[in-house]
């Protein structure tokens, strides 16, 4: 019996040795690239050419960021455009996802299960089938390119935003509701005053997921804008490179200030966000 005990303790240790050796790996190689990114961002501006890697800064200077502002007098509207587009685009998908996820999960209507059941469909279908038809759509139709609602309109709501709210507020009990119904409130307030409040882990989520996907857009803000004063900070940043050059350095500078937004963001909702991560994880 001592045997068989000495011979299970050895295995377990190997396994948590072995499961600790590769996270550790996997952690180095996933943090690898930000890395990369920081320390080239102390660099001076050189061409692609001369751009190595180097575990440690062979020079630290913030020339890079300050050539990043210089080079265009359109530097800082990248930012407060990427800025304006990803905060309407959260806290709308915040506020009518989290609306619809109460109606689709709580109220009784007509088709509401076919609705929902459309909406899901439609989340199979690739994002660059419909970009076309949507590109057509806001520049032909809507005739609004290079205007900020090209660029927030088609994410103004999400199907993705709407399954994760109507999920989770199914698993709130419905007497809280019920009860509410009695003491006289309407919808309107069942949903301020009760859902709301108990929706706060799934609302955090859905904000972080959401912000960080609507500010790393790339390929939409590219097809809708026109100008520089109406680019983003992910378009703004091929400015950077031309046929012959890449300002190395000062593009990751500018990525590296284009990710402090998200780190700020994540960071504040950190506690929600793990709650999210291990909803329905544990029972009882």
């Not at 080079?71 to 506020?95: D, E, M």
């Not at 301020?192 to 706060?200: C, F």
């Amino acid at each position: 019996m001592a045997l068989y005990f000495n011979y299970n303790k050895k295995s377990k240790i190997i396994c948590e040795t072995i499961s600790i050796i590769f996270l550790s790996v996997f952690a180095i190689f996933t943090l690898l690239p930000l890395y990369f990114m920081i320390v080239s961002s102390f660099g001076d501006p050189v061409e692609a050419g001369d751009a190595t890697f180097t575990l440690f800064p062979r020079k630290f200077t913030l020339s890079s960021y300050l050539f990043f502002f210089n080079y265009s007098k359109y530097s800082y509207r990248w930012i407060l455009n990427s800025l304006i587009v990803a905060s309407i685009v959260t806290i709308s998908n915040v506020i009518f996802a989290s609306m619809a996820g109460y109606a689709f999960s709580k109220m009784k209507f007509p088709g509401r299960n076919r609705i929902f059941s459309i909406l899901l469909f439609s989340m199979m279908v690739p994002y660059q089938v419909i970009q076309v038809p949507l590109y057509v759509l806001v520049v032909n139709t809507f005739q609004i390119p290079n205007t900020y609602l090209a660029l927030i309109l088609p994410d103004l709501c999400t199907v993705y935003n709407i399954f994760l709210a109507k999920q989770f507020i199914s698993t709130l009990p419905t007497a809280i509701i019920d009860s509410a119904k009695i003491d006289g409130c309407n919808q309107f307030q069942i949903f301020t005053k009760i859902i709301l409040p108990l929706s706060k882990t799934v609302l955090s989520v859905m904000a972080i997921l959401t912000f960080m996907g609507s500010w790393n857009s790339f390929l939409w803000p590219l097809l809708v804008t026109t100008s520089a004063d109406m680019q983003t900070i992910q378009v703004g940043l091929t400015n950077f490179r031309f046929a012959n050059t890449t300002y190395f350095a000062p593009m990751m500078a500018g990525a590296t200030i284009s990710a402090l937004p998200m780190f700020i963001l994540f960071f504040s909702l950190q506690k929600y966000f793990l709650q999210g991560v291990t909803i329905g994880a544990i029972k009882g």
